[in-house]
C-alpha cells in the first residue's frame, strides 16, 4: 500500500518529471500532481490513445500485450504505463534541464 | 287495395255498367256521392231490364242518400278518362342545387301499381334455372323431350300424313310417355330426392345480440432496468473470451479434484479481497514500469553507454583498456554502511544483491540487503533491513529468489524474496550451532540427497559448517574445522584441545564437487574435500597477512587465486605449492574476481579505490588498467564482481555505494582470429590458452602431476 505511494512520491520528485496522473480504465482521473483542467485533458486524450495502441498490439497478435507507451516531444515526453484496469501517466522532460 | 281500387274500377266500370253487374249494385250503398247518382240512373236502367224478368223490386233508397232535385239530377256531368293516376302528386316541388331555388318537378309518375305478386317461374334458359337442373341431374333433358315433343309432333304429322301409323304413333306414344315421364320425373324429383335450397326469397334472420359495453383497463409497468451496453469484438477480445473459459474450466476440474486444498484457496480468497479493497496498491506494476521508464529518461546516455559505447581509442592501445563508469546504486540508508558483499542473481540479468554491514569490529549497527535492477538505479527492488550487519550472501543458482546471509554475529539467514517479510524465512538460533564468530562467506550447493536444498557457510570461529535446509528449520552439520597447527595439544584426560583459525574465504570447484579451497586470517589457504572432515588434503602458505578472498578459475581446473591483505594477489595451481603470478598492488587488496568470458582477465580492487584488471595472455606482469573509480578519496573498494552476461563489473565501496563500470573491449580480448579459420569459443580454448602460459611461466614440472 504505502510502497505504491511512494513509489509515485519518489516518480514525482524524480529529475524533470512535471507530474503524475494516474486513471482508471473510463478514463476519468483518480490521482495527479497537476491542475485539474490539465488533468482532464490529459487524462481524456491519453485514455484514447493508449486503448488504440493496444488495440494495434494485440490485434496483430492476440497473445502479446502493450507494455509502456512513450509520446516523445519538443518540449516534453508523456510516458504511459497501461495496466488491465489503470493507466499511469507521467510528463517528463528528459535529459536536459 | 280493393277499396282504393273501387272508385278507378267504377270509371271502366261506368262503362260496362250498363251491362250490369248486380253484386256491385250492394256494395255501392253506404257512400252518397255523385257517381253513384249516376249510378242510380244505371241502376234504374237495369232495373227496369231486370224487371223484365224478375219479380217486382222495390227500390231501396238508403237513408243517407243525398237528396237532390230533379233537375240536379238530370245535370250532366263530364267525365274525361285519362290515364292519369288520380292519386299521384301534382305538384311535387324539388329543391335545385343549380338554381338555388324550389323548382316544381315537370312531370310525375302517374305509374299506379295495383296488385304485385312474386312469382316462383324461372325462364328455362336462364341460368339460374340451368344450374337447378343441373343439381337435378336432368341437364338438357328436359328441354330434349321439349325438342323431341316439337319433332315428333312434325313427325306425328307427318306420319298422319304418309307411312305407318304405327311406327309414329309408337314414338309418338314414347314421345308422349316419355314427354310425360320426363315430365314427371322432374316434377318427382323436384319432389322427392333433394331439397333445393330455397333460391327465391331468402329470409335471413338476424338478431341483434346485447353488445356488451367496452372498458378499457390499463396499467403501467416498472420499465425493467436498462444498462447501455458497448464493445467492439477484436481478434483479441474474442482471444480473451477464449482464454477466460480455459482457465474457468481449469479450475473447476482442479476443484473436482483437490478439495483438500481448501486452505490454499481460502488464503488466495483473503489475499483478492485484500487486494480488491485498496485502489491505490492495483497500480503497484504499472508504477514500477513507469519508475523505470523515468529512471530511463534520465539516465538515458547511460544507458545508451551501456549498450552500445565502445572505447575507440583501445585500438590505439595495445596494452592498455579502460573502465567506463555506468550506474552508481545508493540507497539514503545504506549510506553509513559500507558493501560486504555483492552478488549477481543467476536468473534475472539485471538484478543485484547487495550486502551492507560494517567491517569495524567497534562500530557494529545494522544491516542491510538491497537488490537493485539496473533498469533502476534510484532505487532498490527489495529492502531487507537486519539487525546485524551483513557480512555475505549467496543468491541460489536454481531458485533465484532464495537468498542465504550470513551476518556479523555468527548466525545465518535465508530470505525468500518472493514474501513480503522482512524477516528471513529460516534463520539460524544459537542453539542450532551458528557461528560465534562473524560468517565470511556464504555459498549455495547443489540439493542433497533428500532433495534438500543447502549451503555451506564459513565463520571467524574456524568452522565451515554445512546447513541444510529442512522443512522450517536449518540444520547445521560441522563439515570441517579450519584446526591451526596439525598436532593437538593436550587437554589433559586424554582430549585433545584444537586452536581454530579464522576462515575468511572459501570457494568451491566448479567441476569437482567435494573440492574446496578455505582461505584464513593467519594467511593459509587449505585445500579441503567434503568428505574428509578431519584433515586438509593440502595447505598453502599463501600470504602474510588474512586472505581475503580465494578463487577458483572459471575454466581452468587447477588454477586459482587468491588476495590478500598483505597488498598481493597471487595465482595457484592446486598442486604446486608455490604460486605462478604473484602481483604487487600497492594497497591492501580487498576482493579479486575471474572474468567470466576468459579464462586468463582478472579483476581486483584496492583500498586505494582503484579497479585493477589484468589479462595475462596479453601482460603477464603489468596490470591492463588501473583506474580510480571511486569519487572521494579514501573510500575502500570492498568488493568486486563480473556479470555473467554483460561486459561489465560492479564494485562496492565502504560509503555504501555500487558502481558499475563497463569494460573496455581491450579489457575483454578473445584470441585474434586467423584469417578463414573460426574462432573456436568455449572452455576447451580458455583452458589451452591458460595452458600455454603456464607453460611458460612454470618451471619445469615434476613428474608427480
Known amino acids: 500500500m504505502s510502497e505504491v505511494e511512494e513509489m509515485l512520491k519518489r516518480i514525482q520528485g524524480h529529475k524533470g518529471v512535471i507530474g503524475i496522473i494516474v486513471v482508471n480504465s473510463e478514463g476519468i482521473p483518480i490521482r495527479t500532481t497537476l491542475d485539474n483542467s490539465t488533468t482532464v485533458q490529459y487524462a481524456g486524450l491519453i485514455h484514447n490513445l493508449s486503448n488504440k495502441a493496444r488495440s494495434v498490439v494485440r490485434d496483430i497478435d492476440p497473445q502479446n500485450d502493450l507494455t509502456f507507451l512513450r509520446i516523445r516531444s519538443k518540449k516534453h515526453e508523456i510516458m504511459v504505463a497501461p495496466d488491465k484496469e489503470y493507466i499511469l501517466i507521467c510528463i517528463q522532460n528528459p535529459s536536459d534541464n | 287495395m280493393p277499396v282504393a281500387a273501387k272508385p278507378a274500377l267504377k270509371k271502366p266500370a261506368d262503362t260496362m255498367s250498363s251491362q250490369g253487374i248486380a253484386s256491385k249494385k250492394a256494395s255501392k250503398g253506404g257512400k252518397g256521392k255523385t257517381p253513384r247518382g249516376k249510378d242510380m240512373d244505371d241502376m234504374s236502367e237495369m232495373g227496369e231490364v231486370g224487371d223484365e224478368w224478375m219479380q217486382q223490386k222495390t227500390m231501396v233508397k238508403p237513408d243517407d242518400q243525398l237528396e237532390l232535385t230533379e233537375q240536379e239530377l238530370k245535370e250532366e256531368f263530364t267525365r274525361i278518362l285519362t290515364a292519369n293516376n288520380p292519386h299521384a302528386p301534382q305538384n311535387i316541388v324539388r329543391f ?33 334455372a340451368r344450374r337447378q337442373m343441373a343439381r337435378g341431374g336432368l341437364a338438357e333433358a328436359p328441354s330434349e323431350p321439349t325438342v323431341a315433343e316439337g319433332e315428333e309432333k312434325a313427325g306425328e304429322a307427318a306420319a298422319e300424313g304418309g307411312e305407318g301409323e304405327a311406327k309414329p304413333e309408337g314414338e309418338g306414344g314414347e ?24 333460391q327465391f326469397n331468402f329470409s335471413e334472420r338476424a338478431s341483434q345480440t346485447f353488445n356488451n359495453p367496452y372498458r378499457e383497463r390499463g396499467t403501467q409497468t416498472e420499465p425493467p432496468p436498462r444498462v447501455n451496453f458497448s464493445s467492439t469484438a477484436n481478434q483479441w477480445e474474442i482471444y480473451d473470451a477464449y482464454v477466460e473459459d480455459i482457465q474457468r474450466q481449469e479450475k473447476s476440474k482442479e476443484k473436482k479434484g483437490f478439495r483438500g486444498q481448501q486452505e490454499s484457496t481460502s488464503r488466495k480468497k483473503i489475499s483478492a479481497i485484500e487486494s480488491q479493497g485498496d485502489d491505490i496498491s492495483r497500480i503497484e506494476k504499472p508504477a514500477k514500469i513507469l519508475e523505470r521508464m523515468v529512471n530511463q529518461n534520465t539516465y538515458d546516455d547511460i544507458a545508451q553507454d551501456f549498450k552500445y559505447w565502445e572505447d575507440v581509442s583501445d585500438e590505439y592501445r595495445e596494452q592498455e583498456g579502460t573502465l567506463l563508469p555506468l550506474w552508481k546504486f545508493s540507497y539514503e540508508k545504506s549510506k553509513r554502511l559500507a558493501v560486504t558483499s555483492l552478488c549477481w542473481d543467476p536468473k534475472y540479468k539485471d538484478l543485484l544483491a547487495v550486502g551492507h554491514g560494517s567491517y569495524d569490529f567497534l562500530k557494529q549497527t545494522r544491516g542491510l540487503i538491497c537488490l537493485y535492477s539496473l533498469k533502476n538505479p534510484s532505487f532498490p527492488e527489495f529492502i531487507y533491513n537486519t539487525e546485524t550487519g551483513v557480512m555475505c550472501l549467496d543468491i541460489h543458482p536454481a531458485y533465484p529468489h532464495l537468498v542465504a546471509v ?23 538460533t544459537a542453539k542450532g550451532g551458528k557461528h560465534t564468530d562473524p560468517v565470511w562467506q556464504v555459498k549455495w550447493q547443489k540439493d542433497d540427497l533428500d532433495n534438500n536444498m543447502n549451503f555451506f557457510s564459513i565463520g571467524g570461529d574456524g568452522r565451515v559448517v554445512s546447513w541444510t535446509l529442512v522443512k522450517n528449520e536449518l540444520l547445521c552439520t560441522d563439515v570441517i574445522l579450519l584446526k591451526l597447527d596439525e598436532s593437538p595439544a593436550d587437554g589433559g584426560e586424554g582430549t585433545q584441545l584444537f586452536t581454530l583459525g579464522c576462515g575468511t574465504a572459501f570457494d568451491f570447484h566448479k567441476q569437482t564437487d567435494y573440492l574446496f579451497l578455505v582461505g584464513t586470517e593467519e594467511g593459509k589457504i587449505h585445500k579441503c574435500s567434503k568428505a574428509y572432515s578431519s584433515q586438509f588434503l593440502d595447505t598453502f602458505n599463501a600470504h602474510n597477512m588474512a586472505v581475503q578472498s580465494v578463487r577458483w578459475n572459471t575454466f581452468h581446473p587447477k588454477i586459482f587465486i587468491s588476495c590478500s591483505a598483505d597488498w598481493t594477489v597471487k595465482i595457484w595451481e592446486h598442486t604446486s605449492n608455490m604460486p605462478l603470478f604473484t602481483f604487487d598492488l600497492g594497497s591492501s587488496v580487498g ?70 563500470l563497463k569494460l573496455s573491449p581491450n579489457l575483454r580480448k578473445m584470441p585474434k582470429e586467423k584469417k578463414g579459420v573460426e574462432a573456436a569459443k568455449g572452455p576447451e580454448v580458455e583452458i589451452a590458452k591458460m595452458d600455454k602460459l603456464l607453460s611458460l611461466v612454470r618451471e619445469p614440472p615434476p613428474e608427480k602431476k
Open chain 2, 591 to 660: 576482493d579479486v574476481a575471474w572474468a567470466p568470458y576468459s579464462s586468463t582477465v582478472f579483476a581486483a580492487v584496492t583500498s586505494d579505490g582503484k579497479v585493477h584488471v589484468f589479462d595475462l595472455n596479453v601482460n603477464k606482469y603489468e596490470a591492463l588498467c588501473e583506474q580510480v573509480v571511486v569519487t572521494k578519496k579514501k573510500t575502500k573498494l570492498t568488493h568486486i564482481e563480473f556479470n555473467p552476461n554483460y561486459p561489465m563489473i560492479i564494485v562496492g565501496d565502504d560509503r555504501g555505494y555500487v558502481t558499475s
Open chain 2, 406 to 428: 550470513g551476518f556479523y554475529d555468527g548466525s545465518v539467514g535465508v530470505f525468500n524474496l518472493t514474501e513480503k517479510l522482512q524477516e528471513p524465512m529460516y534463520k539460524c
Open chain 2, 175 to 198: 314421345a308422349e310417355k316419355e314427354e310425360g315421364a320426363t315430365q314427371t320425373a322432374p316434377a318427382a324429383k323436384g319432389g322427392d330426392t333433394k331439397k333445393l335450397t330455397n
Open chain 2, 96 to 128: 335545385s342545387f343549380k338554381e338555388k331555388v324550389f323548382k316544381q318537378v315537370a312531370s310525375v309518375d302517374q305509374l299506379a301499381i295495383h296488385f304485385s305478386l312474386d312469382g316462383n317461374m324461372l325462364h328455362k334458359d336462364s341460368d339460374e
